[in-house]
């Protein structure tokens, strides 16, 4: 229940991502735009989800980011698969419950995840120019997907407290 909640949440997420691009037009500002998806794939990785089903939550919402965006089949959906696991590996040691943790976590999983997407383009991509032309929108991308993401971060954690199982039905269930 709680993953196909996170995956109608990411899907509407996805769906204001790609209209707050119309809607930012008007600021000449390249890669302003946040990843409202993101924030999102880094609360379950924080939060201690199933690695398969958070793995498998991961692939799907980028699988979905590639279509809805001009991006290579397959490249949001490595790279987000790989932010969840890093994240998760280093959720252990990350207590992201403050909006100050919650900045820092987007803003260093952000620039990650673009080093991993310019490093995806430069080594697959047909054009030798792409990477030069984006690599220049990656810091106002950190910056803006870490500013939308205490947003994002109190948007998730009212999903999971809304599909919280009480410890009766759990036990009944055998988990």
């Known amino acids: 229940m709680r993953n196909t909640a996170f995956f109608v949440a ?4 996805l ?6 691009f119309r809607v930012l037009s008007w600021v000449h500002v390249p890669g302003l735009i946040p990843s409202l998806v993101l924030p999102l794939i880094l609360f379950m990785g924080v939060h201690e989800y199933s690695l398969a089903r958070g793995a498998a939550v991961a692939f799907v919402l980028g699988y979905a980011t590639d279509l809805v965006g001009i991006a290579p089949v397959g490249l949001y959906t490595f790279t987000y698969v790989a ?8 959720g252990v040691r990350l207590a992201a419950q403050t909006v100050l943790m919650q900045l820092a976590l ?6 990650v995840h673009s080093v991993m997407v310019l490093g995806l383009i430069s080594i697959f991509g047909r054009d030798a120019y792409v990477p030069r032309a984006i690599y220049p929108m990656a810091l106002p ?9 205490p947003i994002i971060f109190r948007l998730a954690r009212r999903i999971h407290a809304a599909t919280a199982t009480s410890p009766h039905v759990e036990a009944a269930r055998g988990t």
């Open 10 to 13: 990411g899907m509407a997420l």
């Open 15 to 20: 769906l204001v991502q790609s209209n707050l």
């Open 83 to 90: 932010i969840f696991v890093l994240v998760r590996a280093a």
């Open 106 to 111: 987007a803003l260093a999983s952000t620039l």
């Open 141 to 149: 991308h950190a910056l803006s997907t870490a500013a939308i993401s």
